[in-house]
């Protein structure tokens, strides 16, 4: 904060608390990660869908479930100037569905398979790995259920790590069962907490969904937990072989997991197979992505009752894992050739010069205004290119220039005619 002399305070601003944001060198990495996730995604034939920011806040109430933290306590809900209740997105699989929904894409060839990214909100307390703004990869398969399916959109969230290079990270996996399983399971874990010391708002929590009980962190309520009939315990038949189906097409393909029979999604529409992938290089926030089956989603919300299954990878995430296990590069930019001209002349016939490589694909960047030659060098040097060349009035005369290797300090005469075929050569043996 600083206080002029005319009384006038003025202070510098500041992001909003809490929220991610990425600008050079760590943004080329960020766009590194997206590109990186979403190629196995391409390879099984997902396709994007660009949803809006914010939607409708019964669409989250109603589809994510109002015992969970995310509707509950961390919603941005605002009225718009309609008196709309609105709000932004938590996550991205609600917007999807009614999308999916409004659009009738579920009236064609199923599954419908669809990827998005971008920006999601949640009014949480903010800490390292923990944003208020944060960004989600994700991936949507509607309309089938088949074990191999939830296999393929496991595979594809595992398949994104390992190319980023990632190593240290464990996928957690259980099942939450079909309808049957799942009500005998409740009125079990419902007996059981009905003997369990808890204080009124988390009795009312646990009426609304009484496996949040397993996600309390507070030590009172783990202990009280410890004992506390698993879900695992309670699969029928039908969900306990599709669980195995899962599982035994996950080894097929070589993808290790560990069953968590404890393991609790904050999102209330989840069933069947559910996942989610850990990081040990994170501390408390240690969840680098996370999905699952949700039957009964869809319908809830207006459709028809069609199954479907997906994933959601906190990006932000994702990039503090690479840089805790060493895998981020500084300086990921790329530049085939820096021009540095010298002159005014020069300066003119050189900008249609780098404006036919850029045309031509090369990745070219220049020295700007009348820099004197040394600063130009400089500049030329921090950009890491490959090559550099000097062009002043003596390279206009004889329409030859210098090309500078910048890792090997060796330098070819080339004639500007030929410059593009001698630099796509020389890239070529690198
Ligand atoms: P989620 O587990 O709530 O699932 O979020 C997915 C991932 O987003 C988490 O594993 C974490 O990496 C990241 N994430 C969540 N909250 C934050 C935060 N405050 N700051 C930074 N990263 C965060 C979902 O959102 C589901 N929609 C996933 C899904 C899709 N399930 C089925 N389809």
């Not at 933290?69 to 699989?93: A, C, H, Q, W």
């Not at 999308?99 to 390292?128: S, T």
């Not at 949700?294 to 994702?318: A, H, K, N, P, W």
């Not at 040097?381 to 090559?387: E, H, Q």
């Amino acid at each position: 904060m600083e206080t002029r002399r005319d009384g006038w305070v003025s202070s510098q601003f500041q992001a909003p608390k809490g929220v991610s944001e990425y600008f050079p060198p760590r943004s080329n990495l960020f766009e590194r990660v997206i590109q990186t996730l979403i190629s196995p995604a391409l390879a099984a034939g997902y396709e994007p869908i660009e949803l809006p920011i914010f939607e409708d806040t019964e669409l989250f109430t109603r589809g994510v479930g109002e015992s969970t933290d995310v509707v509950s306590k961390e919603m941005y809900t605002f009225e718009d100037r309609g008196g709309r209740s609105i709000t932004l997105r938590p996550e991205g699989t609600a917007g999807v569905m009614r999308a999916v929904i409004e659009h009738n894409l579920d009236r064609g060839q199923l599954p419908v398979k669809l990827y998005y990214k971008g920006p999601f909100f949640r009014a949480e307390r903010p800490q390292a790995g923990r944003y208020r703004q944060f960004y989600q990869f994700g991936i949507e398969a509607i309309g089938i259920n088949d074990p191999q399916l939830d296999a393929e959109v496991i595979a594809i969230a595992y398949l994104g790590y390992k190319r980023l290079g990632l190593k240290n990270f464990v996928l957690h996996l259980t099942s939450l069962g079909d309808s049957e399983s799942r009500k005998a399971h409740r009125s079990a874990l419902i007996s059981h907490i009905e003997k369990m010391h808890l204080d009124e708002e988390t009795r009312l929590r646990a009426a609304k969904n009484p496996l949040r009980l397993f996600d309390d962190k507070r030590r009172e309520i783990q202990s009280q937990m410890q004992g506390a009939p698993l879900l695992l315990d309670y699969l029928n038949d039908v969900s306990k072989s599709n669980f195995a189906a899962v599982q035994k097409a996950l080894q097929s393909i070589g993808i290790p997991y560990e069953v968590n029979p404890r393991m609790v999604r904050g999102l209330d529409y989840y069933t069947g197979t559910t996942f989610e992938f850990v990081h040990s290089g994170l501390g408390a926030q240690s969840g680098i992505g996370g999905g699952g089956r949700y039957d009964g989603l869809m319908e809830t919300l207006g459709g028809q009752d069609l199954s479907g299954i997906g994933f959601g990878l906190g990006i932000d995430r994702v990039i503090l894992a690479m840089e805790a296990e060493g895998l981020s590069i500084s300086n990921e930019r790329y530049t085939d050739l820096f021009v540095v001209s010298l002159g005014e002349k020069a300066r003119e016939e050189s900008f249609v010069i780098i404006n036919q490589l850029r045309n031509q694909g090369f990745v070219v960047e220049q020295s700007y205004g009348d820099r004197a030659l040394k600063g130009a060098m400089k500049a030329a040097d921090k950009s890491g290119a490959r090559f550099t060349m000097v062009i002043g009035d003596a390279e206009l005369t004889s329409g030859s220039i210098e090309l500078k290797n910048m890792a090997t300090g060796e330098t070819t005469s080339v004639t500007l005619s030929a410059l593009a075929q001698t630099l796509a050569e020389k890239s070529r043996q690198l």
